[in-house]
């Protein structure tokens, strides 16, 4: 009967956590299609090459949305790849038990991500990123992003999520320098030209060319 009731409790956590996710990007698309009104769900439909219904049922929930059917998704929107649907359908069967810490450091007051190194910890996953597999964590290195976020406090990062307005998000330069630059803030507005969030710590107003950065999704707290 315990042994029950532990699978019970692990499965119920993988579902809690997929059906999470899966609302966070049914709302994205609700609002896209508010915000673009050259947009519609005939024409995401058309591009997915799915009835109406099946587009309609997605976005209430009753039905699956399928790793391979978000950069699709994405693409209908011209959002690919500068809000986080960089990652392949890979990345979202089910993920090992640990997630990956890496460096983190201050260099003339920018926070710095060294992901080109090895891991510097795992740590087990949240019920609600346990199958997120391109999940990944780094240590805040100073208190530049408080008080949202404290020195010493694991910032959980998805890059395979998009970023709405309101969203925690971490902007990360693009191109080939080791280590990555990052940005924490609430992210205001993402376009195809431009990312536009309150900076956390000293709360101003950024502008960042989505050419040169993109934005991925912070995790919630647990």
Same mark, same amino acid.
């Given at each position: 009967?315990?042994?029950?009731?532990?699978?019970?409790?692990?499965?119920?956590?993988?579902?809690?956590?997929?059906?999470?996710?899966?609302?966070?990007?049914?709302?994205?698309?609700?609002?896209?299609?508010?915000?673009?009104?050259?947009?519609?769900?005939?024409?995401?439909?058309?591009?997915?090459?799915?009835?109406?219904?099946?587009?309609?049922?997605?976005?209430?929930?009753?039905?699956?949305?399928?790793?391979?059917?978000?950069?699709?998704?994405?693409?209908?929107?011209?959002?690919?790849?500068?809000?986080?649907?960089?990652?392949?359908?890979?990345?979202?069967?089910?993920?090992?038990?640990?997630?990956?810490?890496?460096?983190?450091?201050?260099?003339?007051?920018?926070?710095?991500?060294?992901?080109?190194?090895?891991?510097?910890?795992?740590?087990?996953?949240?019920?609600?990123?346990?199958?997120?597999?391109?999940?990944?964590?780094?240590?805040?290195? =100073?208190?530049? #992003? $408080?008080?949202?976020?404290? &020195?010493?406090?694991?910032?959980?990062? !998805?890059?395979?999520? @998009?970023? +709405?307005?309101?969203?925690?998000?971490?902007?990360?330069?693009?191109?080939?320098?080791?280590?990555?630059?990052?940005?924490?803030?609430?992210?205001? =507005?993402?376009? #195809? $030209?431009?990312?536009?969030? &309150?900076?956390?710590?000293?709360?101003? !107003?950024?502008?960042? @060319?989505? +050419?040169?950065?993109?934005?991925?999704?912070?995790?919630?707290?647990?």
């Amino acid at each position: 009967m315990n042994q029950f009731v532990a699978i019970f409790a692990i499965d119920s956590a993988r579902l809690a956590s997929h059906v999470l996710r899966m609302s966070h990007t049914a709302e994205w698309i609700r609002e896209m299609l508010a915000r673009d009104k050259s947009k519609s769900q005939s024409g995401l439909a058309d591009s997915m090459g799915l009835d109406k219904s099946a587009v309609s049922r997605m976005l209430s929930g009753d039905r699956q949305i399928k790793a391979d059917e978000v950069a699709r998704i994405a693409d209908y929107f011209g959002q690919r790849p500068h809000r986080g649907f960089s990652e392949d359908g890979a990345n979202f069967e089910d993920a090992p038990p640990l997630a990956p810490i890496f460096r983190a450091t201050v260099e003339n007051c920018a926070w710095l991500i060294f992901r080109n190194e090895p891991a510097i910890d795992l740590r087990k996953r949240a019920p609600h990123f346990i199958n997120a597999a391109s999940v990944f964590g780094f240590f805040a290195p =100073n208190d530049a #992003a $408080s008080p949202r976020f404290k &020195t010493g406090e694991i910032l959980w990062v !998805e890059p395979a999520r @998009p970023v +709405r307005a309101g969203d925690d998000a971490l902007l990360a330069e693009k191109g080939a320098r080791k280590p990555t630059r990052v940005e924490v803030g609430e992210m205001k =507005n993402a376009s #195809a $030209s431009e990312f536009v969030f &309150t900076r956390y710590g000293d709360g101003r !107003e950024q502008r960042l @060319p989505s +050419r040169r950065w993109s934005a991925m999704l912070l995790l919630p707290r647990y």
